[in-house]
């Protein structure tokens, strides 16, 4: 089934760890996005990449690394957890830049 | 820079009664507007979208929004309400010359028996 696929589901992380989110979409979309999802906030960009090979930042890019190897693959970094970092994130991809983005289910991050 | 303001963080309204999700955006050029639903523990699915033509656009589960320019809004409606639809509704904007779809903070909809 086509589609964009995250890991893990979630996670429990020590403060200070490093930790890699994965995410793999197999629609051959040329763009992909990283969103955090915090209570009241909606959802916030923090990175994002227009094509393989180039990315961008978004809102609230501090704290978070990313990079587009290939077309399929865009994880996200956390180099030095910190607690604040404690939210659902969401990879999401689309045809283009300014089309309709389609989302993972999402990882649940836990910092402590 | 784009934004989106949705008014009202939670909405309630009586099943079979009407939906309105208000949302209003900023942008210096034609907009592309987008309606997401998120329901519990899941990822965003659209609803429906905006980008040329027509001015009311109709989705899926019955839901329809009109671009109205002269307001810069994009309210999402939905005529009667079904308790199948209790979720929370994102707007997102972008347009031509963008590389990347902001979002707004949602609106979570209850819907009352």
């Known amino acids: 089934i086509a589609g964009i696929t995250q890991a893990p589901t979630s996670q429990i992380l020590a403060a200070g760890r490093r930790m890699t989110l994965r995410c793999t979409q197999d629609?051959?979309?040329?763009?992909m996005y990283w969103y955090r999802q915090d209570l009241g906030l909606g959802l916030r960009l923090i990175h994002y990449?227009?094509?393989?090979?180039?990315?961008g930042k978004g809102e609230v890019p501090d704290g978070y690394s990313v990079s587009r190897a290939n077309t399929d693959d865009f994880p996200l970094t956390l180099a030095s957890a910190v607690p604040s970092q404690t939210s659902v994130y969401f990879c999401a991809s689309s045809l283009q830049g300014n089309t309709e983005a389609f989302f993972g289910q999402g990882t649940r991050l836990t910092v402590v | 820079a784009q934004s989106v303001t949705q008014l009202g963080s939670h909405v309630s309204v009586s099943e079979g009664a009407l939906v309105l999700l208000r949302c209003n955006y900023s942008?210096?050029?034609?907009?592309?507007l987008f309606w997401y639903v998120q329901y519990p523990n899941q990822g965003l699915q659209l609803l429906l979208k905006?980008?040329?033509?027509?001015?009311l656009v109709k989705g899926i589960n019955g839901f329809e929004a009109e671009f109205k320019k002269s307001e810069t809004s994009f309210h999402l409606t939905k005529p009667a309400a079904h308790m199948s639809d209790a979720a929370e509704y994102f707007c997102?904007?972008?347009?031509?010359?963008?590389?990347?779809?902001?979002f707004g903070k949602g609106t979570r909809l209850h819907i009352l028996p």
């Open positions: 990449s227009n094509t393989a090979g180039t990315t």
């Open positions: 997102a904007v972008s347009d031509i010359r963008d590389d990347k779809i902001i």
């Open positions: 942008s210096s050029v034609p907009p592309y």
């Open positions: 629609m051959r979309h040329n763009a």
């Open positions: 905006y980008t040329t033509g027509a001015t």
